[in-house]
């Protein structure tokens, strides 16, 4: 399985951005997929997950403001995310696993993107 970012970039305090996720190498709609976030000098935190039944989990941070979906003709996992705070800023990793998981955990999953930058400035 292969996963690729793209969407991130720069913007203000309270704008909007959305990433994309486009997945490949499967051939099972079983495949559960997530999005996780480092900031300089902090550890990875997962952020929004979904899975195979479209299932979704969120960090108690972004509910609210961040919306996972997937769009499986496309192949494509999205992270809408409104309300930007300059806490938001972090390389955003895409995730993959196959089976169901929920899971906000790095260790739930398999396959990694490389990561797209997001800067948030106040």
């Known amino acids: 399985v292969q996963v690729t970012e793209s969407g991130g970039g720069s913007v203000q305090a309270g704008g909007s951005l959305r990433l994309s996720c486009a997945a490949s190498?499967?051939?099972?709609?079983?495949?559960?997929m997530a999005w996780f976030r480092q900031a300089p000098g902090k550890e990875r935190e997962g952020v929004a997950s979904?899975?195979?039944?479209?299932?979704?989990s969120y960090a108690d941070s972004v509910k609210s403001r961040f919306t996972i979906s997937k769009d499986n003709a496309k192949n494509t996992l999205y992270l809408q995310m409104n309300s930007l705070k300059p806490e938001d800023t972090a390389m955003y990793y895409c995730?993959?696993?196959?089976?169901?998981?929920?899971?906000?955990?790095?260790?739930?999953?398999?396959?990694w993107g490389q990561g797209t930058q997001v800067i948030v400035s106040s």
């Open positions: 995730a993959a696993t196959y089976g169901r998981s929920l899971l906000l955990i790095s260790s739930a999953y398999n396959y």
């Open positions: 190498g499967y051939t099972s709609v079983s495949i559960s």
């Open positions: 979904i899975d195979n039944y479209g299932r979704t």
